[in-house]
């Protein structure tokens, strides 16, 4: 059923008793015993480092990626990453351009095929492993099913295990074995006409389009006193409040002050952090809410091209109700334009999701970890989930 993934060490769907501990599946190896060539590309292709600093090279990614990355199950929308997206999260602290991969054909060197990783400490249960997380493997559609897939993901695993790290975690809409965890998608609209237009959602039964958009109307401002952007000082503090509260979950990642300063940052239409500072402690910071942009392409839609979406990315509340921080997140949102609110179902976020009006979406996402099992052959529940992939 899974050629290529029966041959990986990954917990297989088959497996019965595992071990009850955690641990790596694949008996420890080092840097000496992986192969030093790079894996073989049919004639036509070769193998090119990414190099996202330059533009040129950024602008090529991204189309690739526009043209050819993830649909939804009915191919009415694709995600549209923009290259500055691209370069704020695959050029983070750590990364390396070894790590991202591509691949062209040799005679007009066209871009058709890319891979990338790059590092992260993730906590597994107790214990914190060095990993890598994988994303943005595409195929130009033009070259699919000819099991290029499988030599872009060996190619990215040697090369990560040739700087000695042996695990990773990603996450894919599609069934592969095994996830750790399910979670699904919600979605609250901030501009119910545009979703409606363009079939991202419908008019509920019984409902006018006027008492729809009152229905999803939200604050011009913020309402949380004390809310403003993150800034590069905050790091810190950020880094101790996020970690002690990712602390309740069993898969997720921590972050050092470095780590925080890059990817809780403000740079618009990319990614949006905002810190609660005490109004009666200045100087203290209580609570993040954070958010990303990720527009899909609209296909083959007469006015309208893209939708512009905002993904809920990490929160950590300890003196504001998580509910009231995220629908200050969504009003800064919907203030801005966006049309539509995603979120997944993980971390505590089953607590707001029904009061602030989301609605279940028709996509997962399965998260997976590579060389890794959970003892026992456990699976996590959306709740138990502490991570959030790009
Ligand atoms: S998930 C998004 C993945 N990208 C897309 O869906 C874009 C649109 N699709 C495509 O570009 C986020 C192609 O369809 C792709 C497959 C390239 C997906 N993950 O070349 P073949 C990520 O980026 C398996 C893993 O003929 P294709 C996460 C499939 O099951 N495997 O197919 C990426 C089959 O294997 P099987 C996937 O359609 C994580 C084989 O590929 C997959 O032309 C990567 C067929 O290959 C997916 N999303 O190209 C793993 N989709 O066993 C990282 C299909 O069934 C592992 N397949 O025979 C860790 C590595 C690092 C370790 C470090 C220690
Ligand atoms: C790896 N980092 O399917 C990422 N999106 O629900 C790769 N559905 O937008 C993993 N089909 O439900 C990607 N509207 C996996 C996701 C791939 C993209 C995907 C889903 C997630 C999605 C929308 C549009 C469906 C169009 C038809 C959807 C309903 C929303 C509605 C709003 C109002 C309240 C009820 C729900």
Redesign the pocket.
């Known amino acids: 059923r899974?050629?290529?993934?029966?041959t990986q060490p990954v917990a297989q769907f088959t497996e019965g008793s595992e071990p009850a501990e955690d641990g790596p599946i694949d008996k420890p190896k080092t840097v000496q015993d992986v192969r030093q060539e790079p894996y073989s590309l049919p004639d036509s292709f070769e193998w090119c480092v990414c190099d996202l600093t330059d533009d040129a090279v950024a602008h090529e990614v991204y189309e690739l990626l526009s043209n050819?990355?993830?649909e939804d199950d009915d191919a009415m929308f694709r995600f549209n990453y923009s290259a500055a997206f691209l370069k704020w999260c695959l050029l983070c602290p750590g990364h390396k351009l070894e790590w991202l991969v591509g691949v062209r054909v040799k005679t007009s060197r066209k871009l058709v095929g890319f891979?990338s990783?790059v590092p992260a400490s993730i906590r597994v249960n107790a214990g914190r492993v060095p990993m890598?997380e994988?994303?943005?493997?595409?195929?130009h559609k033009k070259?699919?099913?000819?099991?290029?897939?499988?030599v872009l993901?060996k190619e990215?695993?040697r090369r990560?295990?040739r700087t000695d790290?042996?695990?990773?975690a990603?996450?894919?809409?599609?069934l592969?074995p095994k996830p750790v965890a399910t979670c699904r998608y919600y979605h609250r609209s901030l501009n119910p006409r545009k979703l409606i237009d363009v079939g991202f959602s419908r008019l509920a039964p019984r409902m006018t389009m006027a008492r729809t958009i009152k229905l999803y109307k939200l604050p011009d401002i913020p309402v949380t006193p004390g809310l403003r952007e993150a800034r590069p000082e905050d790091a810190p503090k950020i880094a101790e409040l996020l970690n002690s509260q990712l602390g309740r979950y069993k898969l997720t990642q921590h972050f050092n002050a470095e780590e925080v300063a890059h990817w809780f940052q403000n740079i618009d239409n990319v990614i949006n952090a905002l810190v609660v500072e005490d109004p009666d402690s200045p100087g203290s910071l209580t609570d993040v809410v954070s958010f990303y942009t990720l527009p899909s392409s609209i296909l083959g839609h007469p006015q309208h091209t893209e939708l512009k979406a905002a993904y809920l990315y990490y929160t950590a509340s300890t003196a504001t109700p998580l509910k009231q921080l995220v629908n200050d997140a969504m009003a800064v949102a919907a203030a801005r334009g966006y049309d539509v609110f995603n979120a997944l179902d993980l971390m505590q976020n089953e607590s707001f999701l029904k009061e602030l009006k989301f609605g279940m979406g028709d996509g997962q996402l399965h998260y997976y970890l590579?060389?890794w099992r959970l003892g026992g052959g456990h699976s996590l529940q959306p709740g138990d989930v502490g991570l959030v992939l790009m």
């Open positions: 899974y050629a290529f993934w029966e050819n990355y993830v891979i990783a890598v994988i994303n943005f493997l595409c195929v070259l699919r099913s000819k099991r290029l897939a499988p993901i990215i695993t990560v295990n790290i042996w695990q990773a990603y996450t894919a809409g599609v592969l590579y060389n």
